[in-house]
């Protein structure tokens, strides 16, 4: 968790005399995972993100507990036997976004290239999206799919049937200018 938190902090820092510094205003990371007999889906607005528009590096920290489930059992499962949030609490990215262009107006498909750690696991990924101006931030959304043995997210055979071997996480954030110090 400190690895993560220095380099957020980093990243931030990395942002010092930048005029293009964007903090997380608006969040909500989504998963739904479609599984043969039972859907299990879940979401969370606690994310933390920092994106440089001049660079095109973007950040992001999800707590883990912070996912929030229709039913308490699924979130407990979650938590305790698949996920192990109090081993791994977070879920992190950190990368660059390819095809970016500061200067173009309106909406512009992107490929955020990068590492995602999930479960203590570090994967290189490139997932597609979009991002677009508003006003004086930006809207990014992306979906893409997880496969959970990619991160060392063991299923039991007694719920195989239950949870899907490829999840499909979905990411809205919406970023305002970094407030200076």
Do not use: C
């Not at 938590?79 to 173009?104: H, M, R």
């Not at 959304?141 to 043995?149: D, G």
Request: no cysteine; charged share 20%; glycine share 6%.
């Amino acid at each position: 968790m400190k690895l993560h938190l220095f380099l957020l902090i980093g990243l931030l820092s990395s942002f010092v005399g930048s005029a293009q510094r964007y903090q997380m205003a608006k969040s909500e990371i989504s998963f739904y995972s479609d599984a043969p007999l039972e859907d299990i889906q879940a979401e969370t607005t606690e994310v933390q993100s920092l994106f440089n528009a001049s660079s095109g590096e973007v950040a992001f920290r999800v707590p883990i507990q912070s996912f929030q489930f229709e039913k308490a059992l699924m979130q407990e499962h979650f938590n305790e036997n698949y996920l192990e949030s109090d081993k791994y609490p977070n879920a992190t990215f950190e990368g660059q976004l390819k095809g970016f262009d500061l200067t173009q107006v309106g909406e512009q498909l992107v490929t955020a290239s990068g590492k995602m750690t999930i479960h203590g696991v570090t994967q290189s990924v490139e997932v597609p999206g979009t991002i677009g101006s508003q006003g004086e931030g930006w809207e990014m959304q992306a979906t893409f799919p997880i496969r959970v043995a990619d991160y060392k997210i063991k299923i039991p055979k007694v719920v195989f049937y239950n949870i899907a071997e490829v999840v499909d996480v979905t990411v809205h954030f919406t970023y305002r200018p970094h407030a200076q110090p």
